[in-house]
């Protein structure tokens, strides 16, 4: 009898329908694997090596950063394609955001230089949230919703409440005197410090526009070096200490040879929540 009141009950099944026609459809990453892939199945990946990458890229940028004199008193654009620049000598490649080759897609991500598969191509940024933690609000009407293999969700929308969610998170893990373990840069459109934090915007592949990525997620373990945290674009929604626990990142993982300025393509899988 309960069950039936509930059915009826108005409040609750609008409540079900909000969810169904408002929530946008989830991305999904993939776990690493030696044996299987959605796509790009020739790709045989581990965690360490996932990790090797992500820690040069990482590196790269520090070292450019810091050569480049990223902070100079050079308008903030010029400073980002210097950077960009340094970065495509560094590892070979840069990524870009310009409009789209697909028609009213809007904004999509070009590599410049040369990828080979299973090479990291940039990062999914956004707020990190577990499965128990409160997503409801943040993922109306939210595209930009990544979900990974074990339920842990990525936010990587940069307006509105996400937006909002993401600087609180970034003050409170990164106040004055502490060391920064994240970045928030990766939300403005210009002079990013990690200018391969670009990955929310690739757009999703079909049959003219074949995949050339996959989304991956990795665990950076506690030992990772603490000055390249500062380039992480992610922040957990609880408090998560990166000295003593595994950090989870997202990236985009080359599932083929990807050419000089082609626009990057991944596949969205849809799933419930």
């Not at 090596?49 to 990223?70: E, F, G, M, R, Y």
């Amino acid at each position: 009898m309960f069950n039936n009141f509930l059915r009826r009950l108005y409040p609750l099944q609008s409540i079900k329908l909000l969810i169904k026609t408002l929530r946008a459809p989830v991305r999904v990453a993939s776990r690493p694997s030696g044996n299987e892939s959605k796509i790009g199945a020739s790709i045989s990946k581990n965690t360490l090596d996932d990790v090797t990458q992500i820690l040069k890229l990482l590196n790269s940028i520090h070292k450019t950063a810091l050569q480049s004199s990223v902070s100079s008193t050079r308008a903030p654009s010029k400073n980002n394609h210097a950077l960009q620049q340094e970065l495509k000598k560094a590892v070979g490649f840069s990524v870009h955001k310009r409009p789209s080759t697909i028609p009213d897609a809007g904004y999509g991500v070009f590599l410049e230089g040369h990828c080979s598969p299973g090479q990291v191509v940039c990062f999914y940024p956004g707020s990190i949230y577990l499965p128990s933690e409160p997503l409801f609000f943040v993922s109306i009407a939210n595209s930009y919703i990544l979900k990974c293999f074990d339920g842990i969700f990525v936010d990587g929308k940069s307006r509105g409440l996400s937006g909002y969610v993401f600087r609180s998170l970034f003050k409170r893990e990164n106040w004055p005197g502490a060391i920064q373990t994240s970045d928030v840069t990766w939300m403005a459109d210009t002079a990013q410090r990690n200018p391969f934090a670009i990955g929310q915007i690739v757009n999703n592949g079909s049959h003219r526009h074949p995949p050339n990525v996959q989304y991956q997620e990795v665990d950076l373990p506690p030992s990772f070096p603490m000055e390249l945290r500062q380039y992480i674009p992610n922040i957990y929604w609880s408090e998560h200490d990166p000295s003593t626990e595994n950090t989870r990142v997202v990236v985009l993982v080359a599932t083929r040879e990807i050419a000089d300025n082609s626009e990057l393509f991944s596949t969205y899988m849809d799933s419930t929540m």
